[in-house]
């Protein structure tokens, strides 16, 4: 007996066939390829949006469709094993594959994105598919995301919220405890201040961290991880439910 899936890769074209007439609500995820401190794998931010997307799926019945798996880390390159698709590139990839879903007749789309540098690029796919006014498009920026849905939860303020640190570190124990290293986890601040905040530049990340954490990650817990991926996945259903009128298959929200 085949298993019961929402990612659109395990189905075969007759399972998505009738798994289509029950939904046109597509969920992608998508991250990057690079250094997430000692003690995370560099597929973090990628591996986060595919698990939140597959949380998600099961409360709204969704379609995951691709993910696309590494973005523009340009600036953390010099980090061993990074990698880093331009910027070109990723828009492109991703408008073929979002015309390529919008074809097979999915009207909503709804982005799970864990990594900074994919978001403008993102903001201008969704932007063009709502030239077709039957589309309906949102993004979720999850790292800034929960930081809106933290409050009584973490406990090193904006820092915790820095790279792979205490709530990065916190929703990968969560999800992904048996790929976490915590004999190697640090408390590194970053090596300089900035006294030009309002400032846009371009700094390379290695003049930030030696580790590639910013911030406390040994304040990470398991338990920090529960309550922030139940309150993310949480407010992700409202939105959905009460925006987009998709139905809550699973109505019994998770407990925080």
Same mark, same amino acid.
């Given at each position: 007996?085949?298993?019961?899936?929402?990612?659109?890769?395990?189905?075969?074209?007759?399972?998505?066939?009738?798994?289509?007439?029950?939904?046109?609500?597509?969920?992608?995820?998508?991250?990057?390829?690079?250094v997430y401190g000692y003690h995370l794998p560099l597929g973090t931010d990628t591996l986060v949006s595919v698990k939140i997307s597959e949380i998600l799926a099961e409360r709204v019945n969704a379609i995951i469709g691709p993910t696309l798996e590494v973005g523009d880390s340009t600036a953390l390159e010099e980090f061993p094993g990074?990698?880093?698709?331009?910027?070109?590139?990723?828009?492109?990839?991703?408008?073929?594959?979002?015309?390529?879903?919008?074809?097979?007749?999915?009207?909503?789309?709804?982005?799970?994105?864990?990594?900074?540098?994919?978001?403008?690029?993102?903001?201008?796919?969704?932007?063009?598919?709502?030239?077709?006014?039957?589309?309906?498009?949102?993004? =979720?920026? /999850?790292?800034? &995301?929960?930081?809106?849905?933290?409050? %009584?939860? #973490?406990?090193?303020?904006? @820092?915790?919220?820095?790279?792979?640190?205490?709530?990065?570190?916190?929703?990968?124990?969560?999800?992904?405890?048996?790929?976490?290293?915590?004999?190697?986890?640090?408390?590194?601040?970053?090596?300089?201040?900035?006294?030009?905040?309002?400032? =846009?530049? /371009?700094?390379? &990340?290695?003049?930030?961290?030696?580790? %590639?954490? #910013?911030?406390?990650?040994? @304040?990470?817990?398991?338990?920090?991880?529960?309550?922030?991926?139940?309150?993310?996945?949480?407010?992700?259903?409202?939105?959905?439910?009460?925006?987009?009128?998709?139905?809550?298959?699973?109505?019994?929200?998770?407990?925080?």
């Amino acid at each position: 007996m085949l298993k019961k899936t929402n990612f659109l890769k395990e189905m075969s074209w007759t399972q998505f066939i009738e798994r289509k007439k029950y939904t046109d609500l597509v969920i992608i995820p998508s991250g990057a390829f690079e250094v997430y401190g000692y003690h995370l794998p560099l597929g973090t931010d990628t591996l986060v949006s595919v698990k939140i997307s597959e949380i998600l799926a099961e409360r709204v019945n969704a379609i995951i469709g691709p993910t696309l798996e590494v973005g523009d880390s340009t600036a953390l390159e010099e980090f061993p094993g990074t990698m880093t698709i331009k910027a070109e590139n990723f828009k492109q990839y991703l408008w073929d594959t979002v015309k390529s879903l919008e074809k097979w007749g999915f009207k909503k789309f709804l982005f799970i994105n864990s990594h900074a540098g994919n978001v403008p690029i993102i903001n201008q796919i969704a932007r063009d598919l709502q030239s077709n006014n039957e589309i309906q498009c949102a993004q =979720i920026d /999850y790292w800034r &995301f929960i930081k809106s849905h933290c409050d %009584g939860i #973490i406990e090193s303020g904006e @820092l915790a919220h820095a790279h792979a640190s205490e709530a990065g570190t916190s929703v990968m124990m969560h999800l992904y405890p048996d790929l976490c290293d915590l004999n190697k986890w640090v408390n590194e601040p970053p090596k300089t201040g900035d006294d030009f905040p309002d400032i =846009i530049k /371009y700094t390379p &990340f290695s003049e930030k961290t030696n580790s %590639g954490t #910013i911030g406390n990650a040994t @304040l990470g817990t398991k338990e920090k991880g529960e309550n922030l991926v139940n309150r993310s996945v949480n407010r992700i259903v409202q939105f959905l439910v009460e925006s987009w009128g998709i139905k809550d298959v699973n109505e019994k929200a998770l407990e925080v």
